[in-house]
């Protein structure tokens, strides 16, 4: 799970602990049903902490639910960054990375179910996949590798489609996830102006193994 730099004595180890078993239970809380509606009292004692311990970390549950969505997110796209270090072409970042989220709701299921109950994706957030996702589409746009004349068009719905693939996995268990996602892919390719040759040898070319 992400943290940030490690703590420089023992008080700010525990402090750091503290934060991140709230962190849990409220990831916990998200990727089961996606209900924000649990008193502080019951997240506190699923994360095994003092209740009063809550508000040394958060003002509020809004406050929580946000970091642990932020949290989640942050760990999805270091997870995907991983095997995307090596790749330059943002066709083929974006090709990738959503073959390789669709594989990631075996190997994650629970930053998935999250994405899938919380509306995780939008295009505006500042951390996880939606900023790489701009990146990735305005490199694409300034190298002339995309045909598109609206970034934020682009980036709507590529922000659409992860969720609602996950919807159908979750409620399909039998699903070709990786086929599924590569037909995806394909799409999105296409439509930011690939050909579709083009489109479909990215969208079928073995995946980058993790850095």
Same mark, same amino acid.
């Given at each position: 799970?992400?943290?940030?730099?490690?703590?420089?004595?023992?008080?700010?180890?525990?402090?750091?602990?503290?934060?991140?078993?709230?962190?849990?239970?409220? +990831?916990?809380?998200?990727?089961d049903s996606g209900d924000t509606?649990?008193?502080?009292?019951t997240i506190a004692e699923l994360?095994?902490? @003092?209740?009063?311990?809550?508000?040394?970390?958060?003002?509020?549950?809004?406050?929580?639910?946000?970091?642990?969505?932020?949290?989640?997110?942050?760990?999805?796209?270091?997870?995907?960054?991983?095997?995307?270090?090596?790749?330059?072409?943002?066709?083929? +970042?974006?090709?990738?990375?959503? +073959?390789?989220?669709?594989?990631?709701?075996?190997?994650?299921?629970?930053?998935?179910?999250i994405l899938c109950h919380s509306?995780?994706?939008?295009?505006?957030?500042?951390?996880?996949?939606?900023?790489?996702?701009?990146?990735?589409?305005?490199?694409?746009?300034?190298? @002339?590798?995309?045909?598109?004349?609206?970034?934020?068009?682009?980036?709507?719905?590529?922000?659409?489609?992860?969720?609602?693939?996950?919807?159908?996995?979750?409620?399909?268990?039998?699903?070709?996830?990786?086929?599924?996602? @590569?037909?995806?892919?394909?799409?999105?390719?296409?439509?930011?102006?690939?050909?579709?040759?083009?489109?479909?040898?990215?969208?079928?070319?073995?995946?980058?193994?993790?850095?």
């Amino acid at each position: 799970m992400p943290m940030s730099a490690s703590p420089r004595n023992r008080f700010e180890r525990r402090r750091a602990e503290t934060r991140q078993a709230l962190l849990r239970a409220a +990831r916990k809380l998200l990727a089961d049903s996606g209900d924000t509606s649990a008193s502080i009292r019951t997240i506190a004692e699923l994360a095994d902490v @003092g209740f009063g311990s809550f508000y040394n970390h958060f003002t509020c549950k809004p406050d929580l639910f946000d970091a642990a969505v932020a949290d989640a997110l942050e760990e999805f796209a270091r997870t995907v960054d991983r095997h995307l270090c090596g790749v330059d072409d943002p066709a083929e +970042r974006l090709a990738d990375g959503m +073959r390789l989220s669709a594989r990631m709701a075996d190997s994650h299921p629970e930053i998935m179910r999250i994405l899938c109950h919380s509306e995780l994706g939008r295009i505006c957030a500042g951390r996880g996949l939606a900023p790489r996702a701009r990146r990735d589409v305005e490199q694409g746009m300034a190298s @002339g590798r995309f045909a598109v004349v609206d970034p934020m068009i682009a980036l709507t719905a590529l922000n659409g489609s992860l969720p609602a693939l996950l919807q159908l996995w979750f409620c399909q268990p039998e699903a070709d996830r990786d086929h599924a996602a @590569g037909m995806l892919a394909e799409m999105l390719l296409h439509m930011l102006g690939l050909s579709m040759d083009e489109a479909r040898d990215l969208a079928r070319r073995p995946l980058p193994a993790a850095a």
